[in-house]
């Protein structure tokens, strides 16, 4: 496979999704991305933004294994990893996966449930592994998580703690769709059939677990210049220069930026990276991973915006 086959892939990905989801071009692109990048991805947004329907088309195009948890209060850890049970019958434990061991997992409302619970997902997302009584248990490699919650002013949700977060490859903003995409989305799901029923739209899988290795091997091969590299790394540190920020972008930060650039260059089919590859994922890498300082929420300033301007302060390459 080459970064061409990459690119015909990825848009074989989007024509499905598109078949059920209006809009919302920008957060299956960055999901495609993060796929390709080996990450997660965690979508942000008020309810009734398709997130959870976009994620749900988005494995069925893929075509591969799809597990889902709707995270409450009230969720325990073996609820997502499993455990091992008692079978008094034969008198021996049996070991009972949890939804967690999928290709995709959908994590919807992450934010419901207390950072106890949030803290099982940390192994997997990290290691692709989870361990309980003693046993670590190995999941897919191509294990990706895409997170959903509702935005922090909403009542009943619980902050994800930092480390939790700076697993995440992009945190992403879903927006309201402009007045064009609501009219299409009235017309498209207002009618008689069920719309969460995602079977009635014929999405079909594009990929398996073999072609997605292969996809990944390529983006690993895509090139990395030391110019580049540099400019990663002036980036990440600006963050944690900044007066605005009171905590910076981690080390890792910088290595899973350098690997979703070198997704999007695949998905352009591109062989090599460039300087706007970096630029335009910048925000959607960078955002969860900096805090602002006091100064900064006294102004009410953005954290985006002082992210984007850190990228138009730091110097290309040409």
Same mark, same amino acid.
């Given at each position: 496979m080459n970064v061409d086959d990459v690119k $015909?892939? $990825?848009t074989a990905i989007r024509e499905e999704v598109a078949k059920a989801i209006t809009g919302q071009r920008d957060t299956v692109d960055l999901m495609l991305t993060a796929l390709f990048a080996g990450g997660h991805i965690l979508l942000e947004g008020p309810p009734g933004t398709a997130k959870t329907m976009t994620a749900r088309c988005f494995a069925q195009a893929l075509g591969v294994a799809y597990g889902r948890i709707q995270f409450t209060p009230d969720l325990m850890p073996g609820d997502i990893v499993g455990s091992n049970i008692y079978?008094?019958?034969?008198g021996q434990f049996t070991l009972t996966r949890g939804p967690i061991f999928c290709d995709?997992?959908? $994590?919807d409302e992450i934010n419901r449930t207390p950072p106890k619970t949030q803290a099982a997902l940390l192994e997997a997302m990290q290691e692709h592994a989870v361990t309980f009584d003693g046993t670590t248990h190995a999941l897919s490699q191509n294990f990706m998580v895409v997170a959903t919650q509702n935005p922090i002013e909403h009542q009943g949700v619980y902050p994800l703690p930092e480390a939790q977060l700076d697993r995440f490859l992009f945190k992403h903003? @879903?927006?309201y769709p402009d007045l064009k995409e609501e009219r299409a989305i009235i017309v498209h799901h207002g009618g008689g059939t069920a719309s969460h029923d995602i079977?009635?739209?014929g999405i079909k899988a594009q990929t398996d677990r073999k072609t997605l290795e292969a996809a990944l091997a390529t983006v690993g091969d895509v090139t990395l210049v030391d110019d580049v590299v540099g400019y990663i790394a002036a980036l990440v540190r600006r963050t944690r220069e900044s007066p605005d920020l009171e905590v910076g972008a981690s080390p890792r930060a910088g290595a899973m930026l350098a690997r979703a650039a070198r997704a999007r260059a695949a998905l352009d089919g591109r062989a090599y990276v460039i300087p706007d590859d970096v630029k335009a994922l910048a925000v959607p890498a960078l955002r969860h991973r900096v805090i602002l300082s006091p100064a900064a929420q006294i102004d009410g300033r953005l954290v985006e915006q002082? @992210?984007?301007?850190? @990228?138009?302060?730091?110097?290309a390459p040409r």
């Open positions: $015909a892939l $990825a079978n008094f019958q034969s995709l997992l959908l $994590a903003r @879903v927006s079977a009635q739209y002082i @992210v984007s301007d850190l @990228v138009d302060q730091t110097e």
